[in-house]
């Protein structure tokens, strides 16, 4: 094989690796796809399954974190963001530095610290994680319709922290009362998250609202993604 094509393969893999700084593990099963009839297609349940080692990219970013929280000049900041790390770990099983870098992403700060526009800061917002609104966060994963065990529920605050950190049990309702007709019923949609965590992001659907440039939360466009094109899904 010629050398240019070893290295298109390796960069290949290197790119199927790396997903929001964190490698998935190769485990990952085919998502199970969703019918025009409100099934979801496989007979696994949920299986995302992340290696939990951060990038290097990653794990550079979290000094100038805390470097930034601790400027805010709340004395109690960086005691709360050290218990929401703690708390977020006992929850998922994940390290210190995936749980705070997932924290980060939720609540603004990896944003932040990204930007090197002064202006543009302004008009960022940033939050410290209350300990009581993160614990509810986190145990309705667990014990409410979801039912996640301790390893989903780190495959899911991995892949979308901005849902299951802050207030997924509002996202899962707003979620499924726009979702394709055959799934705003709970327990179909219950299925199609507990297969994939992510679809709880999907607040907007464009079929009935017109685009609103709402793409990245749209169930169109993660029907686009996931090359999900069952006929009359949207019906």
Partial sequence: MDLPYILFFVLFLGTLQATNGFTTSGRIPHLRLLSNSGEVVSSSSCCLFVETTLSEAEADLLP?????????????AIPSWIEAIELVCSKTGL??????????????????????????????????????????????????????????????????????????????????SVAPKAFQNTEQFTELAT??????????????????????????????????KQPDIFD
């Fill in 64 to 76: 100038s974190i805390r470097e930034a929280i601790e400027e805010t000049g709340d004395e109690l």
């Fill in 195 to 228: 297969s994939d965590p992510s679809v709880l992001s999907l607040t907007f659907n464009c079929v009935d609202s017109g685009c609103n440039s709402e793409c990245g939360n749209c169930w169109v466009s993660y029907d686009n993604r996931k090359r999900i």
């Fill in 95 to 176: 390290p210190e530095d995936s749980a705070e870098i997932a924290l980060a992403k939720a609540n603004g700060w990896r944003a932040w610290v990204k930007v090197t526009s002064k202006f543009a800061k302004k008009y960022m917002k940033t939050y410290i994680p209350k300990k009581d609104k993160l614990e509810a966060a986190l145990d309705w994963a667990i014990t409410g319709p979801l039912q996640f065990s301790e390893e989903q529920l780190a495959a899911a605050v991995v892949r979308t922290p901005e849902v299951y950190l802050m207030e997924p049990e509002k996202n899962f309702e707003k979620a499924r």
